[in-house]
């Protein structure tokens, strides 16, 4: 059934109003594309972004905003070009998990942990960044807050309690007892909440939102959520960290989360899934959505934290599935110390330094990111090229192209174990182009025949 979308309530239109009168949004596309009611298509600028995860606890010893500041030059050198920032908000103190508690236990939505540094600290973060042409994500948690929240006290009838006890609970059906869950059926909530998401729109000039476990939230919240925003700041980017259809259909969000392209990552290298099913996976994928992006990655903090590093998932087969992230349509994502590259689990709830000392993995990034800012072929949807899933000789190799104009790239994947040989019918595209990697010119002739290693690959761009 068709969503329908509902008014803003006039109190909420007043309020927005009277918060872009107070301060002018920085980085807007300009008052003629003001009253943007849907996620309609990727803001322009994330056409050919790079998103990368900050975990400002973990990244340096001093788990800092000031100490996170001295990589902003490397980060613009490996070519990242957007920065998700982790909640950055100070973690309740109340029903704490460990002794530093979760990132998305959020004890106060219009402030910062004092751990990190101060609310100007991250405004002056904020700023640097945008000067080096880069741009910030919030992390945003919607479906609950800790339980030392201003609004457990002030607004108790925004959450959910037992029907017995009439005390607040936590989400049902989890063991997340360090926060409270909202409930989203009490007025006043919606307002609220879009209001303290305007606060950081328009105060600290942030560009978008990574909306935590989204899909737990009704969707009545961001038929209303999203316009309000969006009227704020047309190019503002919206995230979902859930895998549902309609959100992307209906255009309440730009992008959502690539996890069954990570399941079958995962599923590939452990022996358990095949090409065969990457195949019916993106068929079936391109078929169910009809609008956005899918956030694709082989790392996060979840994964990393409750499920392993890449290494421990996929193995050698690692560099080759980040490979199939950053060059199939979607946005491509990197976590913190991934280029390192990170070889432990961080953990959660304590402070555990990523150690950074080589960034040996840096020029791996930096070859893929920096393509997808020359090669218009490789852009996110809908900007990018057409994707065409070619037929290898060896059901071993994974190969595709990608054209958008005059913008070519080949991709040839080896997803095994074993050295493999194979032939491709390339069609037209003959001619001479440049491998990524090797920093070589390759000149093609159809059939194409090569060799190539266990989880090896080849990225062949003409730009």
Known sequence: MRTVYRSVPLLLICLLALIQCQSPSSGSSGADDIGTTKADSLPGWMKDAVIYEVNVRQYTPEGTFAAFRRHLPRLKEMGVKTLWFMPVYPVSQVKRKG??????????????????????????????????????????????????????????????????????????????????????????????????????????GIDGFRCDMAGMVPVSF?????????????????????????????QLFHADYGWAFKDLANGICQGQKTIADLNTYLNKDSATYRSGAHLYFTSNHDENSWHGTEFERLGKGAEAMYILAATLPGIPLIYSGQEEPLQKRL????????????????????????????????????????????????????????????????????????????????????GTYRDIFRGTQQALANPMTLQIGPWGYMVLSNR
């Not at 101060?118 to 741009?135: C, D, K, N, P």
């Not at 999203?226 to 700041?233: C, R």
């Open 99 to 204: 002794s530093l508690g979760s990132y998305y236990a959020v004890g106060n939505t219009r402030e910062v942990n004092p751990a990190f540094g101060s609310m100007e600290e991250f405004r002056q973060l904020v700023r640097e960044i945008h000067s080096m042409g880069m741009y910030v994500i919030l992390d945003w948690v919607p479906n609950h807050t800790g339980w030392d929240h201003p609004w457990i006290a002030e607004h108790p009838e925004y959450y959910t309690h037992d029907p017995v006890t009439d005390t607040i609970v936590h989400p049902a059906n989890t063991d997340w007892y360090d926060v409270a869950d909202l409930n989203y059926d009490q007025p006043g909530l919606t307002e609220a909440m879009i209001g303290e998401m305007a606060y950081w729109v328009k105060e600290v």
């Open 347 to 430: 953990l959660f709830f304590e402070k555990d330094d990523i150690g950074f000392k080589t960034f040996g993995y840096a020029g791996f990034y930096q070859r893929l990111n920096q393509l997808k800012q020359v090669n218009s072929a490789v852009y996110s949807p809908p900007y990018g090229g057409v994707l065409t899933i070619l037929s290898p000789s060896n059901p071993s190799t994974f190969a595709y192209t990608r054209e958008n104009g005059d913008d070519r790239l080949l991709v040839v994947v080896n997803l095994s174990d074993q050295a493999q040989e194979t032939r491709i019918d390339i069609g037209d595209w003959n």
């Open 222 to 250: 961001w038929e209303e959520a999203t316009p309000a925003l969006l009227s704020l700041k047309s190019d503002l980017f919206l995230l979902a960290e859930t895998m549902d259809p309609p959100l992307r259909n209906e």
